[in-house]
């Protein structure tokens, strides 16, 4: 990164708005670029250099921060400044599959620049919470090259690797729990408020559970690397634990279909230890492994 502590920023939804205002405050000088104009005249007036296109964003500065909604949008943005590339690094901060990840890597190599993929695993656009994170991957001499500004815009980092695509493979498996839990809770305050019930006690009991979680995942997280949990009698048990919460979301008019697609995995561990005559936990039947 240049001494004078400058950056472009490319693409201004809220990820991208909370990223230049963190690194306004901490005295950056950041040039940005967005498809729409009413969001790049909103982020001047706090002091960032609205550039007309993204060939001007891209010559103002050496490192390039992307927050665009996919690596799709990568190609068709970055294809309207210069084809070489050559001593700019591209920083893209946007989320994708890890195999997307590393074509992208390959596409911005390829003419001449350099590549670091990061990801926002944060509470929401609060970018400082302590419980932010940066998941960062690429070639380590770059990632340190440029930690001070992926540490101005998140400063808890970790970094994974030089593997372009580790960085989007833990986020992304990190959203696969998110999206589950989010999910549920929202099935779970249904279920209670359209039953009548007090949905602020419920909420207050969630908190409650939500962090002795850790627990969970300490004990169970480990037992994936042995096949998963669960015997017969386990399996047995959730599957008709699930139908308990199905029954009950269904008894107030409640939608049960997020249960029942867990409920089917059961089912599908359960037929699978029958014909494999031992117990195929739920972790292998996720993992395509039936027997």
Known sequence: MS?????????????GRATVKVLLEAGYDVTVWNRSRPKLDAIAALGAKPADTVAEAVAANDVVLLSLIHYDAMYGVLE????DLTGKTIVNLSSDSPENTRKGAEWVTGRGGEFLTGAFMTQSDDLHHAASRLYVSG????????????????????????????????????LAQFHAFLTSLEQAVAIVDAAGGDVDRFISLAIGTAQGNGDFIAYFGPL?????????????????????????????????????TIQSFYQRALDASEQAGTPVPVYRILRGQNA
């Open 224 to 260: 994936t690397k042995q096949g998963g949990w669960g015997d017969i009698a386990n399996l047995k048990m959730m599957h008709a634990g699930a139908q308990h919460v199905i029954d009950a979301a269904e008894e107030v008019g409640v939608n049960a279909d997020l249960t029942r």
């Open 80 to 83: 309207q400044g210069p084809a």
């Open 139 to 174: 070639p380590r001499p770059l990632y340190e090259a440029h930690r001070g500004l992926l540490e101005t815009i998140v400063p808890g980092l970790e970094y994974f690797g030089d593997d372009y695509g580790l960085a989007q493979l833990y986020y992304q498996a990190a």
């Open 3 to 15: 001494a004078k502590k400058s950056v472009s920023v490319l693409g201004l939804g809220p990820m």
